[in-house]
């Protein structure tokens, strides 16, 4: 018999990337130091994790970008949702 697990992962923050380069944090608009203030505020916190979430016209490129700050600033845990493009 084979058993598989599943372990729920809880997501604690969301930042969103729009299609016209604003980034939310919860729903707040930041910038630059703010940002990474708010982002090195999480990192701070047990257990962090950022869930990203992207509009779908974003490149990978610009993804790529924001993990590296969310790296940056010290948060291990990050997740990416994209939204689809229908076909």
Do not use: W
């Amino acid at each position: 018999s084979h058993t598989t697990l599943f372990r729920s992962i809880i997501y604690t923050h969301r930042l969103a990337l729009r299609a016209d380069g604003t980034v939310l944090l919860n729903g707040e608009a930041l910038t630059g130091g703010r940002l990474s203030a708010r982002l090195s505020e999480i990192a701070s916190s047990q257990d962090a994790r950022v869930l990203l979430e992207a509009d779908g016209s974003i490149t990978y490129d610009q993804i790529a970008r924001l993990m590296v700050d969310v790296q940056k600033a010290g948060v291990s845990g990050i997740g990416v949702v994209t939204e689809g493009v229908e076909k």
